[in-house]
């Protein structure tokens, strides 16, 4: 006897932030439209007809620019980023020197060297609590504690509704779990890779595993083999990174001896704590990333053309007779020796990346494998992609909620009062909001989430091409993007490397 499996399980309810200074708009925006008002009544004051003519047209650049739209933008924020982009280019700001140029110190040693937002940034190492180290990225300025772990997991795709829900399920109570008041984890982002293989560890681990009686026939047909399907070959890697709060988590910091010592103590704790519900997710932890693993990582996003080495050696190394250099990278050497920020492209080192932000989430029901085209193998490109959450506390969480809420009950009224009729989009946002508030206060958790992709060639004529193919598999994943413009490289390190930076702050204007 048979039985059927239940249907999958399907999701859907993002609701976008409302950032807005007042409804849609920034706080320029909102000035320009003040402006625009002024400027428009002047000539009604003064009887000028003269003074219409020329306060009008003002007026209505003014309102030009604040509901203008270009890719996305509205026209004051394209023209403030393009001014701010100039100025950077003007100034060279744009361009990043390191190698022979980095600085170095009194003793003649050259510390890590990254790029834009990334200088802040250093590199600790902490002990694991079971006798390894891990590295620890700390942020001085926004006072984050990041470990970042390289994890293993047996997909959704290949298995049957019931464990999939199950996994989903179980993903989710994890990350419900953190939205706690007051929790001392303020971030948690998934990163993956999707990048070519030209079969170097493959070839590595071959050669350490061929028995040495094995038929000569038999060894070349698998060297004939390892040449033809190798290099076709796709790897995919993925990382989970947990961030802690220092002044969220001070008093556990104190009692732990206070200081990066104290943080670091308090982050690895927190991350077993938590290692139970990954596992209960399925999300096998292959392991802790130690500062040369870390480095590795960063290394590898700026400079694709020393993945294969780096590949084989740490195959090499997991051989137990292996003699040859420790794996990984060493942290002083982990950022680029040069990059270069352009309007819509970042170059660093060989290759050229092109980030986006995902702006529109399906609005329809969509099953758990909705995000599988972004991660499709491509052998001109390789792709990444970083999911990162911000858990909101209970109290936080209802005082946000009845922000939105009134922005959007508001709006709604003050159409209905001009006689604007309701699209259907925007009476379903207005369901999703009384939803995601009846949800929170059953007891689900909320989050701010964002997604960001990135694209990355070592040929600059096949840069368009990776381009428009991720488009193309973003649009049958349902999503809306926008290209990153004029932050090329903030959005690099987001998007293509697993270091736990977080969302931007509540935009409340330019």
């Known amino acids: 006897m048979s039985t059927l499996s239940s249907a999958p399980a399907t999701h859907s309810g993002w609701q976008a932030e409302r950032s807005g200074f007042m409804g849609n708009l920034s706080g320029l925006g909102f000035v320009l439209v003040a402006t625009s008002s002024l400027i428009a009544v002047i000539p009604i004051y003064i009887r000028s007809w003269t003074a219409a003519f020329i306060a009008l047209p003002v007026s209505a650049l003014l309102l030009l620019l604040a509901f203008g739209r270009v890719l996305g933008l509205t026209a004051n924020e394209w023209i403030v980023l393009a001014v701010r982009h100039q100025i950077s280019v003007a100034t060279r700001k744009n361009l990043f020197f390191s190698g022979v140029f980095a600085p170095r110190t009194k003793d003649g040693r050259q510390p890590m ?5 990334l200088a802040r940034l250093h590199l600790l190492e902490a002990p694991d609590g079971l006798g390894g180290k891990i590295g620890v990225m700390h942020n001085p300025i926004a006072g984050t504690y990041t470990a970042i772990c390289r994890v293993t997991f047996p997909g959704l795709a290949l298995i049957d509704t019931d464990r999939q829900d199950s996994r989903v399920a179980a993903w989710e109570a994890f990350l419900r779990a953190q ?9 948690i982002s998934v990163h993956q890779r999707s990048l070519p293989d030209d079969g170097t560890a493959l070839r590595a681990w071959t050669e350490r595993h061929i028995s040495p009686d094995a038929p000569a026939a038999a060894v070349e047909a698998l060297d004939d083999l390892m040449m033809s399907a190798g290099p076709a070959a796709t ?11 220092a002044s969220r ?29 990954i596992s209960s997710a399925s999300l096998q932890i292959a392991e802790w990333l130690t500062p040369r693993g870390v480095a590795q990582v960063i ?7 020393a993945q294969p080495a780096l590949a084989g050696r740490t195959a090499s190394a997991a051989d137990p007779e292996w003699q040859g250099s420790e794996p990984g990278v060493d942290p002083d050497l982990a950022g680029p020796a040069a990059a270069e920020t352009s309007w819509g492209v970042y170059r660093h080192d060989g290759a050229w990346t092109v980030s986006y932000q995902v702006r529109g989430l399906p609005k329809s029901e969509v099953y758990a494998t909705f995000l599988q085209p972004l991660l499709r193998p491509r052998q001109n490109a390789r792709r990444s992609l970083s999911l990162m959450f911000e858990p909101i506390g209970p109290s936080k969480a209802r005082t946000e909620l009845a922000r939105d809420k009134a922005k959007r009950d508001a709006a709604r009224q003050l159409r209905a009062k001009t006689g604007r009729a309701e699209s259907e989009d925007e009476r379903r946002e207005a369901i999703v909001a009384r939803e995601q508030d009846a949800a929170r206060a059953a007891g689900h ?26 488009q193309a598999d973003a649009s049958q994943a349902g999503l809306e993007l926008r290209r990153c413009w004029g932050a090329q490289d903030d959005a690099f390190t987001i998007a293509a490397l697993p270091l736990g930076q977080g969302l931007p702050d509540r935009r409340v204007g330019i």
């Open 235 to 245: 790897t995919r890697e993925t990382y989970l990174s947990i961030t802690l709060s």
């Open 249 to 277: 988590a001070r008093l556990a910091i104190k009692g732990a001896g206070g200081g990066q010592v104290g943080a670091a103590a308090v982050l690895v704790r927190e991350i077993h704590a938590m290692q139970p519900a």
């Open 113 to 117: 060297d990254l790029p834009g937002t």
């Open 445 to 470: 958790g909320v989050l701010r989430t964002t997604c960001l992709l990135a694209v990355t060639v070592t040929a600059l004529d096949e840069l368009e091409t990776a381009c428009a193919e991720l």
């Open 179 to 187: 939205c706690k008041e007051d929790g001392a984890i303020t971030r």
């Open 299 to 305: 290394r590898t996003a700026y400079d694709p053309e």
